[in-house]
Each structure stands twice: as C-alpha cells, then as structure tokens.
C-alpha cells in the first residue's frame, strides 16, 4: 500500500524566512510520480510540481525548490525567503502507475504554513 | 482556459437527506475524479472516470453514494441519505491524457455540512 507522510502539521514562520516542508512516501512500486498541491483558503488544490521516480534532479521554480532523495523516500519543499501569500495548506501526493496516464494520487496530511510579517 | 467548475459551493443538509454535486470539468480532459477531504486531511479518491467509465470506484461507498458521468463530460455525484459522518469536503479535479502522468486540476470543491 502506497502512504505518504507529513509529520509536520503546521509552520509559523515571519516573512522573508526560509521554510522547508517535509515529505516521506512508502511504495513498493519502482515506478512513481511525487507532487506537491498548495491548497489557499479558497479551497482550490493548485499544482506546483511533479516528478517522477527516475530523476532525482532538484528543482527550482522562482523561490520554490524541491529535494528529491530516494535514498530515503523523501520529497521535501523548501519556500526561500517566504511571504504572506505563501500561507496555506501545502499537500504532498504519490501516484502509482497503472494506465500509463491516469493518476490516482495518495496524500499526505497536509501541512499548514502561516507566513507573518 | 477555465478551471473545473463545481457547484454548489456549499451545502447544508439535514441527516437522511438526498444531496448532488456536479462537476464540470476543463475542456478536453476525459479524466475526472471525485475525491472526499474531511477537515484536516488530505484528499481520499471515491471514484476515477475515463470519458464515460468508471474505472475505479472502489473507495465509493456504495449502499449509499452513486456517481455517474453522461456524454463523458459533466458528473454528478450524489448521496442518499445522507449521514452525519459525510460532512467533508467533495472534490472534483480533471486531467488529460498526455505524456506521462497528467497532474490532476481542482475544482473549488462543495463544502457538504450534514446536521
């Protein structure tokens, strides 16, 4: 069975900090695809990033980055120099692979980030 | 491009009372999915369509949720009677068939409160 784990269940930090949220996955498929959703207040699950299970290249998108470790099933995310838009509920999903296209994603718990100036 | 539009955005209902939510998904995306998020969780699949089928429904509860997706486009999923444990969060997201795996789109979700 496929788990993914958000042992952090909420972050405070003041703005323009740096704030690294943290993902572990179980799964006993070889081949996988990680993401991570940020869900606002609005309620809307937005899309940051995918990955599959092969690249292990870091990823970084503006002030997002990714650390994607196989070594220890991990895909954590890190806000650099945070701001109060960032605050919201940040998901972290495994997708398991069976039609070739379609998902069908495991969350984590979420975890709640409050950004303060 | 339009986002997955779902309605209504909330929904108070008394407890063995029939409810409906409907989704419409981003155009030319013949995946959509309905998922359950109770307060501080993560979202649960219920039940994936590709075009008009179900492919899996096996975390629908069944004695009492029914979905269906006419034409492959619209769904609607509803529940009747409703219990007091189904006040959650519905969640209706869509993808395309592509390269790879497709991330999965969001609706706003209904907000379900079962009094």
């Known amino acids: 069975a496929q788990k993914v784990t958000q042992a952090q269940t909420e972050i405070s930090v003041v703005e323009k900090e740096d704030v690294t949220l943290d993902c572990v996955y179980e799964?006993?498929?070889?081949?996988?695809?990680l993401f991570w959703y940020k869900q606002p207040p609005s309620g809307e699950l937005v899309f940051l990033i995918r990955?599959?299970?092969?690249?292990?290249q870091n990823e970084i998108s503006g002030r997002y980055s990714w650390n994607f470790q196989k070594s220890t099933s991990s895909f954590n995310f890190t806000i650099t120099a945070s701001q109060v838009v960032d605050s919201a509920v940040y998901f972290c999903?495994?997708?398991?692979?069976?039609?070739?296209?379609?998902?069908?994603?495991?969350f984590g718990t979420g975890t709640r980030l409050q950004v303060t100036l | 491009e339009a986002g997955v539009v779902q309605s209504p955005r909330y929904k108070i209902i008394e407890k063995k009372q029939p409810v409906a939510f409907w989704c419409n998904p981003i155009?030319?995306?013949?995946?959509l999915y309905w998922y359950r998020q109770n307060l501080g969780q993560g979202p649960e699949l219920l039940i994936r369509?590709?075009?008009?089928?179900?492919?899996?429904d096996s975390q629908l509860p069944k004695d009492r949720f029914s979905a269906e997706r006419l034409k492959g486009v619209d769904s609607t999923l509803k529940i009747q009677p409703a219990e007091l444990g189904d006040s959650a969060v519905y969640l209706c997201?869509?993808?395309?068939?592509?390269?790879?795996?497709?991330?999965?789109?969001f609706g706003n979700g209904t907000r379900l409160t079962v009094t």
């Open positions: 999903a495994l997708s398991e692979v069976n039609t070739g296209t379609a998902s069908k994603l495991t």
């Open positions: 990955r599959n299970s092969f690249d292990e």
């Open positions: 155009s030319g995306h013949n995946t």
């Open positions: 997201a869509s993808s395309a068939i592509g390269q790879g795996i497709s991330p999965l789109h």
């Open positions: 799964t006993r498929d070889t081949t996988y695809y």
């Open positions: 369509y590709e075009n008009e089928e179900a492919v899996d």
